[in-house]
């Protein structure tokens, strides 16, 4: 069973920074895709960056310039670096797994969330 830890959420003013962490067990890091997702208040989950084995990494225009995701394998730990954050920011942010495709449990629609930290941007 593959399970996701985040931390690091917060309050945090305008044009502040913060620094969100997901550890993940099951043996899941070295072969799957890392996530970061987000739900604002009143709105559906939206995708904020992954990166994949290859370390290739994709973001979401809006946070482009401004985030950084990354993984540290020896800690089984993937990182959301967020600066010059705004009010807009503010959201639940979700870690997420995803399966190889060579995997069956990728053509099955398996994937892997933890709960949640918040994350508050206001003055």
Known sequence: QVQLVESGGGLVQPGGSLRLSCVAS???FTTYTMGWYRQPPGKQR???ANIATNDLATYADSVKGRFTIS???TKNTVYLQMMSLEP???AVYYCNAEPPPYFSDYHRGVRYWGKGTPVTVSS
Request: net charge negative; charged share 40%.
């Open 71 to 73: 993984r540290d394998n």
């Open 26 to 28: 099951g043996s899941i």
């Open 88 to 90: 807009e920011d503010t």
């Open 46 to 48: 939206e995708l904020v």
